[in-house]
C-alpha cells in the first residue's frame, strides 16, 4: 500500500509544488540525484566504478522540448569517459508524439556515442510505453547494435521478452511503475527476476543486473559462473546513493559495478519512485527532513 500512495504521489502536482519548493529538500535530494554531473562521474570513475548517466525528464509536448532533450544528452557525451553508458527514456525524445521521432532522436544519439565510446541504454516507464520501447529498440539495433534496453520483472511479459532479446543489453530491474495485471507481491517479482536472469545469463546477450537485493545478487553471480560468464560478461547495477559499500566491495572483486546516476532539475517523479521501491529509503528522507527542521 506504501508503495502504490508513493507512486500516485509521485504524479501529483501538488505534491511535486510542495516537496520541491521545500528549502529542507535540497541536500537530501543530493544523495541520489547528482548536482555536479561532471565532478561525480569523475569521482566514481577514480574509485573504479563504471557509470550510467540519466538526464532527468520525461513526457515532452511538442517536437521542440524533444530537441531540446537530445541536446541536453549530445552535451552530457563531452562530460563522459570512454566505457560510460548514457540512459535515456523515450518519452523524453517524442515516443508519446511519434515512434518515428523517437528513432530518430534517439539514433542521433546512439551514433554521437559510439563515436565517443558511449553506450546508450533505453529505459522503461509507463506500462503503456512498453511496446513502443521495444519497437524502437528493435529498430535502433539495426544500425546500433550495441543499444540496450531493460526489463521490468514486475510485468507478466518480462520472461518473453528476455527470450526474444538474444544478443542484445539488457538491463533487468525490478521495475519501478504500476501496470494491470503485474506482479505486486515481492516474492512473484523475485520469482519472475530470477527466471528472466536465468535465460539472460544462459544466453547470447550482455546481462546488466539491476539490483540491490542481497540475494538476487548472490544469485546472479552463481548463475554466472555456471553459465561461464566471465567478470567481463555481464555486470551490476546499483542506483547512485543506495548501498554504495556494496558498490565499492563488488568493484573491489573486480566485478564490472556501473551506478545509475541521475542529474537535472526535474527530479521529482524519479525520487518518489525510488522511495516507492525502498521504504528504509523514505525513513532516512524523513528523518532528513526532520532534522533540517
Not at 82 to 108: E, F, H, M, Y
Request: glycine share 8%; aromatic share 6%; charged share 25%.
Amino acid at each position: 500500500m506504501l508503495r502504490q500512495a508513493l507512486l500516485a504521489i509521485s504524479k501529483s502536482r501538488r505534491a511535486e509544488r510542495l516537496v520541491t519548493t521545500s528549502p529542507l529538500t535540497a541536500d537530501v535530494v543530493r544523495r541520489y540525484v547528482a548536482d555536479d554531473i561532471g565532478a561525480v562521474v569523475a569521482e566514481l570513475t577514480r574509485r573504479g566504478l563504471l557509470v550510467t548517466v540519466d538526464h532527468l525528464g520525461e513526457e515532452v509536448t511538442d517536437q521542440a522540448q524533444a530537441e531540446a532533450a537530445v541536446a541536453n544528452y549530445l552535451s552530457l557525451l563531452d562530460l563522459l569517459p570512454a566505457g560510460a553508458d548514457v540512459s535515456v527514456k523515450l518519452t523524453a525524445l517524442g515516443l508519446r508524439l511519434s515512434q518515428r521521432l523517437a528513432i530518430d532522436n534517439t539514433a542521433a544519439i546512439c551514433a554521437a556515442a559510439a563515436g565517443k565510446g558511449i553506450t546508450v541504454t533505453l529505459d522503461a516507464e509507463e506500462h503503456d510505453t512498453i511496446p513502443g520501447l521495444h519497437a524502437v529498440h528493435a529498430a535502433l539495433r539495426r544500425e546500433h547494435p550495441d543499444v540496450g534496453v531493460v526489463v521490468q520483472a514486475y510485468l507478466p511479459d518480462s520472461l518473453d521478452r528476455c527470450e526474444k532479446l538474444g544478443g542484445a543489453r539488457v538491463r533487468l530491474c525490478k521495475g519501478a511503475y504500476t501496470a494491470p495485471g503485474a506482479y505486486t507481491r515481492t516474492a512473484d517479482i523475485d520469482r519472475s527476476f530470477v527466471r528472466c536472469l536465468k535465460v539472460l545469463m544462459a544466453g547470447t546477450g550482455y546481462p546488466m543486473v539491476a539490483t540491490h537485493d542481497p540475494r538476487l545478487l548472490r544469485i546472479a553471480s552463481t548463475l554466472a559462473v555456471l553459465d561461464g560468464r566471465d567478470v567481463t560478461g555481464f555486470e551490476y547495477q546499483m542506483l547512485y546513493g543506495v548501498r554504495p559499500d556494496e558498490q565499492a566491495r563488488l568493484a573491489g572483486l573486480g566485478a564490472r559495478m556501473r551506478v545509475y546516476v541521475p542529474y537535472g532539475s526535474d527530479w521529482y517523479a524519479y525520487l518518489m519512485r525510488r522511495l516507492a521501491e525502498r521504504p528504509r529509503n523514505l525513513a532516512f528522507f524523513l528523518r532528513s527532513l526532520v532534522s533540517r527542521g
